[in-house]
C-alpha cells in the first residue's frame, strides 16, 4: 500500500495527563486546566462513552436551497470581503455567523462550497459557549462525532484540538509535520461544511494551510482525468483508533473502512475534485499494491506540493474559519516554539456519500466496524 504516515495526534494534542476516578473521565492535567483561558473548551475523554457505527442518510445540502445572490450573508454597505487568492478563500468582516438566519445560514453554506474557505474574523461563536456551537452547526448537517478526540464534556459533537505550552519537541522523530488530509474521510458520509475556531493561540505561528482539489482535477490532462474516471480508494480510520489504544486514549466508536471514488461531484457547484488524502487513503482497489502506491503519491505531491493552488488562514483572535471537507484538503503548522498553548475546536456536521456521478447521490450503503488482523476490538 501507499505509505501510511497518520500524523498523530501528538502534533496537535497533548497526551492525556489526569483521570477524574469518580466519573470515569479522562482529562488534561490540573495544573494547565487552571491556566487555561478557555477551560469550557478543554478535552475531555469519558471512558464509557460508546458510539454504534454510524448509519446512512440521504443528505440534503442547505446550499442547494440558497439564493445565489447571497443577500442575507453579504449585506451590500455592512460585509466586507477580500479573496486570499483568486480561486480559493475569502476573508470577510462585518458580519457574525452567529446570528445569521435560516437563509443566511443557506447562503453561507453555498459560499463556502463555491470559494471552498471562508475565514470569518472578529466573531462571537466560542464566546457563545460549546453548546451554542453544537445548535449552530446542525444546521447544515448531523454533526460527527469523533471516535477518538476529546470534546468539551457537554459537548461531545465538538472535536478539540489542544497542545499543552509544554509539549516537547515535536521534530525529535520527524522532519516535517505538514499533514493534509480531508476529515475523518473515512467515513460512510463525511464532513461537508466545516467550522473551525482557536479559542487559545499562540501570538505567531500555528496558521492551517488549505489545498484546492477541485483546482488540482483541473491541471490534470483530459487524459489522465479520463484515467481516473471508475477508480476508487480506500479510506480507513484503523490506525487512528490504534493509535489512540497504544496511547492510554479511548475508542468511542470502532473504526471504519469505506471506499469513495477517486473523484468525486460536488452536489451543489457540480464541480469535479480530486478525493484522496495522505492522512487516511490506503489504497486504489482496482489497481495492484505498486501501481496504487505510484498513483496515490503522484495525487499526494500534487495537491501536498503545489502551492500555486493552496491558501494559508491566519489565526487572529475570534476568528472562525469555514471551509468545505468536500473540494479542499488542509494541514496545521506546527511552526511556533514559544511556550503557548494552542487550544481549537471544531463543528464538522456530515455530508452525502462522496459520488461521482450526481444520479448516485444518496444511494444508500452501510458501514460496517472494520474486521481484521490490523485492529483487535475491545472487549
Given at each position: 500500500?501507499?505509505?501510511?504516515?497518520?500524523?498523530?495526534?501528538?502534533?496537535?494534542?497533548?497526551?492525556?495527563?489526569?483521570?477524574?476516578?469518580?466519573?470515569?473521565?479522562?482529562?488534561?492535567?490540573?495544573?494547565?486546566?487552571?491556566?487555561?483561558?478557555?477551560?469550557?473548551?478543554?478535552?475531555?475523554?469519558?471512558?464509557?462513552?460508546?458510539?454504534?457505527?454510524?448509519?446512512?442518510?440521504?443528505?440534503?445540502?442547505?446550499?442547494?436551497?440558497?439564493?445565489?445572490?447571497?443577500?442575507?450573508?453579504?449585506?451590500?454597505?455592512?460585509?466586507?470581503?477580500?479573496?486570499?487568492?483568486?480561486?480559493?478563500?475569502?476573508?470577510?468582516?462585518?458580519?457574525?455567523?452567529?446570528?445569521?438566519?435560516?437563509?443566511?445560514?443557506?447562503?453561507?453554506?453555498?459560499?463556502?462550497?463555491?470559494?471552498?474557505?471562508?475565514?470569518?474574523?472578529?466573531?462571537?461563536?466560542?464566546?457563545?459557549?460549546?453548546?451554542?456551537?453544537?445548535?449552530?452547526?446542525?444546521?447544515?448537517?448531523?454533526?460527527?462525532?469523533?471516535?477518538?478526540?476529546?470534546?468539551?464534556?457537554?459537548?461531545?459533537?465538538?472535536?478539540?484540538?489542544?497542545?499543552?505550552?509544554?509539549?516537547?519537541?515535536?521534530?525529535?522523530?520527524?522532519?516535517?509535520?505538514?499533514?493534509?488530509?480531508?476529515?475523518?474521510?473515512?467515513?460512510?458520509?463525511?464532513?461537508?461544511?466545516?467550522?473551525?475556531?482557536?479559542?487559545?493561540?499562540?501570538?505567531?505561528?500555528?496558521?492551517?494551510?488549505?489545498?484546492?482539489?477541485?483546482?488540482?482535477?483541473?491541471?490534470?490532462?483530459?487524459?489522465?482525468?479520463?484515467?481516473?474516471?471508475?477508480?476508487?480508494?480506500?479510506?480507513?480510520?484503523?490506525?487512528?483508533?490504534?493509535?489512540?489504544?497504544?496511547?492510554?486514549?479511548?475508542?468511542?466508536?470502532?473504526?471504519?473502512?469505506?471506499?469513495?471514488?477517486?473523484?468525486?461531484?460536488?452536489?451543489?457547484?457540480?464541480?469535479?475534485?480530486?478525493?484522496?488524502?495522505?492522512?487516511?487513503?490506503?489504497?486504489i482497489v482496482e489497481l495492484k499494491e505498486e501501481e496504487s502506491d505510484y498513483l496515490l503519491n503522484f495525487l499526494y505531491n500534487h495537491i501536498n506540493n503545489s502551492h500555486d493552488l493552496q491558501a494559508r488562514a491566519r489565526w487572529e483572535p475570534n476568528t472562525v474559519a469555514v471551509w468545505d471537507n468536500r473540494r479542499v484538503n488542509h494541514s496545521a503548522v506546527l511552526d511556533w516554539d514559544t511556550a503557548e498553548t494552542r487550544l481549537a475546536y471544531r463543528i464538522t456536521p456530515t455530508a452525502e456519500r462522496p459520488v461521482y456521478d450526481l444520479k448516485d447521490l444518496n444511494t444508500p450503503a452501510e458501514s460496517k466496524p472494520y474486521e481484521g488482523p490490523?485492529?483487535?476490538?475491545?472487549?
Amino acid at each position: 500500500m501507499a505509505p501510511v504516515r497518520y500524523t498523530n495526534p501528538n502534533t496537535v494534542y497533548s497526551r492525556i495527563q489526569d483521570e477524574d476516578e469518580e466519573e470515569g473521565f479522562l482529562t488534561v492535567a490540573k495544573e494547565h486546566r487552571a491556566t487555561s483561558k478557555a477551560p469550557e473548551y478543554l478535552p475531555t475523554w469519558n471512558r464509557k462513552e460508546k458510539y454504534e457505527p454510524l448509519k446512512f442518510y440521504e443528505h440534503k445540502d442547505p446550499g442547494l436551497k440558497a439564493d445565489p445572490a447571497l443577500p442575507n450573508l453579504l449585506k451590500k454597505g455592512v460585509v466586507t470581503t477580500k479573496n486570499i487568492t483568486p480561486k480559493l478563500g475569502t476573508e470577510v468582516r462585518g458580519i457574525q455567523i452567529s446570528e445569521l438566519t435560516e437563509e443566511g445560514k443557506n447562503e453561507l453554506a453555498l459560499y463556502v462550497a463555491q470559494r471552498g474557505l471562508v475565514v470569518f474574523r472578529d466573531q462571537d461563536l466560542a464566546s457563545k459557549g460549546p453548546e451554542f456551537s453544537v445548535e449552530f452547526g446542525k444546521h447544515f448537517g448531523p454533526l460527527h462525532i469523533h471516535p477518538t478526540s476529546g470534546a468539551p464534556r457537554t459537548s461531545p459533537e465538538l472535536h478539540v484540538v489542544y497542545r499543552r505550552a509544554d509539549a516537547k519537541n515535536l521534530f525529535e522523530n520527524r522532519n516535517n509535520l505538514v499533514g493534509f488530509h480531508s476529515d475523518v474521510s473515512y467515513e460512510l458520509q463525511p464532513p461537508g461544511t466545516t467550522f473551525f475556531t482557536v479559542v487559545e493561540g499562540p501570538e505567531a505561528g500555528g496558521d492551517t494551510l488549505f489545498a484546492d482539489t477541485v483546482e488540482a482535477y483541473n491541471r490534470l490532462s483530459p487524459a489522465f482525468q479520463k484515467r481516473l474516471e471508475g477508480l476508487h480508494a480506500l479510506h480507513s480510520g484503523v490506525e487512528q483508533a490504534n493509535f489512540s489504544k497504544r496511547n492510554g486514549g479511548v475508542v468511542k466508536r470502532e473504526p471504519v473502512q469505506n471506499i469513495h471514488p477517486v473523484v468525486r461531484t460536488h452536489p451543489v457547484t457540480g464541480q469535479k475534485a480530486l478525493y484522496v488524502n495522505s492522512g487516511f487513503t490506503r489504497k486504489i482497489v482496482e489497481l495492484k499494491e505498486e501501481e496504487s502506491d505510484y498513483l496515490l503519491n503522484f495525487l499526494y505531491n500534487h495537491i501536498n506540493n503545489s502551492h500555486d493552488l493552496q491558501a494559508r488562514a491566519r489565526w487572529e483572535p475570534n476568528t472562525v474559519a469555514v471551509w468545505d471537507n468536500r473540494r479542499v484538503n488542509h494541514s496545521a503548522v506546527l511552526d511556533w516554539d514559544t511556550a503557548e498553548t494552542r487550544l481549537a475546536y471544531r463543528i464538522t456536521p456530515t455530508a452525502e456519500r462522496p459520488v461521482y456521478d450526481l444520479k448516485d447521490l444518496n444511494t444508500p450503503a452501510e458501514s460496517k466496524p472494520y474486521e481484521g488482523p490490523d485492529y483487535k476490538k475491545e472487549d
